[in-house]
């Protein structure tokens, strides 16, 4: 059927005012639950047809209707078929409707469905919206839940989602606290221990950037005591050589040990990111010199 007819039929079921029978016996609701299946045949139909803006918003009339009737998992649930529409098409309003069922689900109890969906408006924030402070603020609200519900492999990722994210918005207080907190929580895990260089090496970045001298060898000392193989590793030897060239603001020394890194161990874009940064510190060191 004609998704506009469908919704056609639904608006006059949620609108029509029953009499004194109808509303002693329930039928009222019964209605209204007519209703919210009508809205959601029409949002499919609208799916079916492209029109994801028409179909976001039948879910929304369809979830209203079953909050009405208080049929709050269900709601939560249409709501987030809003969201899979809006989100092709609006990202705004894609967040919007989802942060409404995440509130429900957090209602009842269901934090892992919530911080699921709630790194999914991370991701919105990060990708489409290029709003980072938002962006942050869902991924920790999401490692925290997961840390809660005993998830720790899900936790440090959106934790690690936070310090990479940090550092690039120039929190680096932020981005070293995760980084330290994953690296910690890693040292005793046979599955993420490998990963521990990684994150000493984007710590210690984090350090440079921010101007920190003595916090950086502090920092390179207390990853040695965490993990004693790591100051035989190339990534030690990279992260000592290039704090040396920041403390004597030789930019070129920097830039070499940077290339010299990358032939064996590819620079991504985070780091190419944090290394223009650093580099900064140098140029303003120098700047105050002139």
Not at 149 to 156: G, I, R, T
């Amino acid at each position: 059927m004609d998704p506009q007819a469908l919704l056609a039929q639904a608006d006059k079921k949620a609108t029509t005012t029953g009499g004194f029978f109808t509303k002693v016996f329930g039928g009222s609701s019964f209605q209204l639950e007519e209703a919210a299946d009508l809205y959601i045949q029409a949002a499919n139909g609208f799916r079916l047809n492209k029109d994801q803006t028409a179909a976001g918003k039948a879910f929304e009339k369809a979830a209203t209707v079953q909050k009405q009737t208080d049929l709050k998992d269900d709601a939560a649930n249409t709501l987030v078929e809003a969201y899979k529409s809006y989100r092709q098409v609006d990202p705004e309003q894609a967040v919007r409707v989802l942060d409404e069922a995440i509130h429900l689900f957090t209602l009842r109890g269901q934090f892992r469905r919530a911080a699921n969906y709630q790194m999914d408006i991370g991701a919105v924030y990060e990708n489409d919206l290029a709003d980072l402070a938002k962006a942050i603020k869902a991924y920790q609200d999401a490692g925290d839940w997961y840390y809660n519900d005993q998830a720790e492999a899900l936790s440090n990722k959106a934790f690690l989602k936070v310090a990479d994210l940090a550092a690039l918005n120039g929190q680096y207080d932020m981005a070293i606290e995760n980084f330290e907190r994953v690296a910690k929580q890693s040292l005793n895990s046979n599955l993420s221990k490998w990963s521990l260089k990684e994150y000493f090496v984007k710590a210690t970045m984090c350090y440079l950037a921010e101007g920190d001298f003595v916090a950086t060898s502090r920092a390179l000392d207390q990853y040695n005591e965490w993990d004693p193989s790591f100051g035989s590793t190339k990534e030690f030897q990279f992260l000592t050589d290039i704090a040396e060239a920041v403390k004597d603001g030789d930019e070129q020394a920097y830039t070499d040990k940077l290339w010299e890194y990358d032939r064996f161990n590819k620079l991504d874009k985070w780091k190419v990111s944090m290394g223009l940064k650093i580099k900064e510190q140098i140029q303003g060191a120098e700047d105050d010199l002139l």
